[in-house]
């Protein structure tokens, strides 16, 4: 079954992720102890919520040692942990982000959705909410509580939207996920909030994400060539991940043709565009860029 509202209602906020990875580097019955909001001065609910997300992004997993369940970051994990915990990078919420609408053992289904499945641009958010609750009864054999979808959509609304405060520099509850640009809530004077897909700058995102889930993708399908439709329109690849344009996906394509280290290849088969990627796994490409950065 697919999971829902497991974040306690609250987006991910700057800080929590360092906090949590330091937790869990240091101990990994963190969140087991019962004590552990006390520890890193949070919530007991958000020290939950922080649990989640930090599995759903798969930056920690749970595992058996010893018969007992403890927490270890994932290689991903350990490579933020070392390089950018305090997420000041884009391209690491950009990787984040995928991971997030990947739905990893189905713990963000809300983010999958809007992301891969849900084909609308533009929708007032009640319409947004009622297309959601009709693709969970068609897809689910459980009933879900509409309470929980709400807080699905109210959580990934802010996700991506909650900015910082320009007027105030001590503003903590801004969501990091919104420097990346996919989306826009615009509220309207009467009525409903309109919710847009946002086509980002590529600036805004970075080439080495963009590199990444072509690999991860080569890497879970073992397959050598990707045409650049399916780039545009499968799920979990550049055009549906970041609401990118054909124009733009040609323009990732190109830059990485150019690779200093691992450079793409266009392959033309049966009149139609494919690439060709470098043999390296996903984890030693990222090891490599963030090396560099």
């Not at 900015?163 to 503003?171: K, L, Q, S, V, Y």
Request: glycine share 4%.
């Amino acid at each position: 079954m697919m999971a829902y509202a497991r974040h306690q209602s609250f987006y991910i906020r700057d800080k929590w992720f360092s906090k949590g990875l330091k937790a869990v580097n240091q101990e990994k019955r963190f969140f087991f102890d019962k004590f552990a909001f006390e520890t890193i001065g949070l919530g007991k609910n958000m020290v939950e919520s922080l649990k989640y997300w930090l599995l759903a992004f798969n930056v920690i997993e749970e595992i058996t040692e010893d018969g007992q369940k403890v927490h270890k970051l994932t290689d991903l994990g350990r490579i933020l942990f070392e390089n950018d915990k305090l997420l000041q990078r884009n391209e690491t919420l950009a990787i984040l982000h995928y991971n997030l609408i990947r739905n990893i053992k189905d713990q963000s289904t809300v983010f999958d959705w809007f992301f891969n499945k849900y084909k609308e641009t533009s929708v007032s958010k009640p319409e947004l909410l009622n297309s959601f609750i009709t693709w969970v009864s068609q897809n689910e054999t459980k009933e879900i509580s509409d309470k929980s979808l709400k807080r699905d959509i109210d959580c990934l609304i802010q996700f991506y939207t909650k900015t910082p405060d320009e007027n105030d520099p001590e503003d903590v509850i801004f969501c990091p996920f919104s420097r990346l640009g996919l989306m826009k809530c615009k509220h309207s004077g009467e009525g409903y909030d309109t919710i847009k897909k946002v086509v980002p700058e590529l600036d805004n995102i970075g080439i080495v994400p963009m590199y990444y889930i072509l690999l991860t993708y080569q890497n879970l399908n073992e397959s050598d060539l990707i045409s650049v439709d399916e780039i545009l329109n499968s799920e979990f690849l550049l055009g549906k991940t970041f609401n990118l344009t054909r124009g733009k996906v040609v323009e990732v394509l190109n830059i990485l043709t150019n690779h200093e280290n691992y450079p793409i290849q266009y392959v033309r088969t049966n009149n139609l565009d494919y690439i060709k990627l470098a043999k390296v796994s996903p984890i030693e490409y990222l090891k490599s860029e963030f090396l560099k950065g």
